[in-house]
């Protein structure tokens, strides 16, 4: 067995023989597999439990499915992040955030990955209600801060993605916010020269209380013929829009 703190490298195809077997230590798991004559074999370990025990998941194979290959995939819910300070934008006028967005593991076998073996977080997330009482969604809340730089060292890790967001108000009033709410399922992963990127997110607070979240997709730092690394859960065509009208408004800002 081999065991590795994972790294940008850690995205991947491995190959596997009869009884060989692979270990990670990613986000705040250690990720274990093993394949044998007839199966591939899964454990996660939280280490942040000390006292986490090890379980293992089997899958039924064939001794010629050789690969297996870990995916970055976004959660599957939205995620709400604070910026470092209240923001108060004035009409007419957009700031730029980056979020760090942890990413969920989606590792698939087989010598055509079509067996998957595991879809789970990558990073331990607590959930929170956003929005009204009887109209708003469950998401995850993060840990890290919306920051308005890019810094490497806060965010190229092999756990995480960072997503540009423009926050723009086309209204003709001042908008306050403390929270964005970002629809990561509709986001692709990508790898840039130093850390994991995601698609380029647009929010606007409209005129007439129309509001508007457009995919914007490949960040300009990821090169055009660079495939992603992970799809989005539900894909979006790039600059698809969705619309929110007031009324829930604060199920993406607050």
Known sequence: MTMTNATLDFWKP???ATDESLSWTIGDFVIQVR???HEWQIARQDITKPDDSVSWK???SGAEERIVEPVPVMPDLSVIVRPEAPIHLAPEHEA???VSIPLWLKLTAGNDRSLVLSDEPLVNLSKTWFGEPT???LCYSLRTRARRDNEDDASSTASRAVSKVIMRNASSSMLEFERLCL???HLKVYRSSNQLRADDVTLVYGKDAV???RIKGRPAEVETDTAPLGNA???LTSGHLLQRGFGKLRAFIH
């Open 35 to 37: 394949h044998t004559a």
């Open 233 to 235: 859960r539900e894909e």
């Open 183 to 185: 629809p990561a399922k």
């Open 58 to 60: 089997r899958f039924t």
């Open 211 to 213: 509001n508007q979240i």
């Open 135 to 137: 109209n708003g969604e």
């Open 96 to 98: 730029v955030f980056f």
């Open 14 to 16: 491995y190959p596997l």
